[in-house]
């Protein structure tokens, strides 16, 4: 018989307040490592580019698109998730701070500490 043990909780909360606009993206699960618990987690807050990936720089331009709003849970393969791209943010809850590409990249985002 087999059994399994499902842990239930919320994800963090990025937003400083609950006014913002996202849009559905497809989340890749390439290069995403496994964690303790043997799952591939993308964090809330991560910059997210146009690939799924995790957004990168080339010529001094982000390829970025939004910020992952939840968790999102990709073990077994990619899967859609929320994508901010007008916010205000709580700079402490990001998994890293955006750099100045990002921050170009996403006009429309605003982190406050």
Avoid: W
Wanted: proline residues 4%; charged residues 25%.
């Amino acid at each position: 018989m087999k059994f399994t043990k499902n842990i239930f909780g919320t994800s963090k909360e990025i937003l400083y307040n609950d006014d913002y606009a996202a849009f559905a993206h497809q989340i890749s699960d390439e290069g995403i490592t496994v964690n303790a618990e043997y799952k591939k987690i993308v964090p809330a807050g991560t910059v997210i580019g146009a690939d799924g990936k995790k957004a990168s720089v080339s010529d001094g331009k982000s390829n970025a698109i939004g910020i992952l709003l939840s968790d999102c849970d990709v073990t077994y393969g990619s899967r859609p998730g929320d994508l901010l791209y007008r916010a205000v943010l709580q700079g402490k809850k990001l998994p890293a701070a955006l750099t100045a590409e990002e921050q170009a990249a996403l006009p429309q985002i605003k982190v406050m500490d």
